[in-house]
């Protein structure tokens, strides 16, 4: 299988909201849409070294766990899906991102994302939800 981009799912313990970003209004593809966080595997990178340097790249933090979660399949290739917990709080440059921000399923259900991000972060809340055995039983 061939990977071309890594993305991930943030949640915040302590209220288990996910983070998203809207991306910045000087990107070419989906200028002030929101996605997850993520970005295209560079050179030999794994997916999870991937991961990793974005979340420090666009959101300057560490990641403090990492947990597989699945992949997407696109004409081009597998996008791997991380669940993440962080070090600290993030921040970001208006470079990437308009804003950044925690938000509930309902939220997410009501917003418009570029790609399939909002179905990867409804999946992860379907998951959560109902179990690894009825998450299964419903794909």
């Known amino acids: 299988m061939t990977y071309i981009a890594a993305s991930s799912i943030?949640?915040?313990p302590a209220d288990s909201k996910i983070l998203i970003g809207?991306?910045?209004?000087?990107?070419k593809y989906g200028p002030g849409?929101?996605?997850?966080?993520?970005?295209?595997?560079?050179?030999?990178?794994t997916p999870e070294e991937c991961i990793k340097r974005e979340i420090l790249e666009e959101l300057k933090?560490?990641?403090?766990?990492?947990?597989y979660f699945r992949d997407y399949f696109t004409n081009n290739g597998?996008?791997?899906?991380?669940?993440?917990?962080?070090?600290?709080?993030?921040?970001f440059d208006k470079s990437d991102f308009?804003?950044?921000?925690?938000?509930?399923?309902?939220?997410?259900?009501?917003m418009s994302f570029v790609l399939d991000?909002?179905?990867?972060?409804?999946?992860?809340f379907d998951f959560q939800d109902y179990g690894l055995s009825n998450y299964a039983k419903n794909r």
């Open 117 to 124: 991000c909002k179905q990867r972060i409804l999946d992860f």
């Open 98 to 110: 308009e804003e950044i921000r925690w938000v509930t399923k309902n939220e997410v259900e009501k």
């Open 10 to 12: 943030i949640i915040r």
């Open 78 to 91: 597998a996008i791997a899906v991380f669940i993440i917990t962080l070090e600290k709080e993030p921040s």
């Open 33 to 45: 849409e929101w996605e997850t966080i993520g970005g295209s595997i560079e050179g030999d990178e």
């Open 61 to 67: 933090t560490t990641i403090k766990t990492c947990l």
């Open 22 to 27: 809207r991306r910045s209004m000087l990107k």
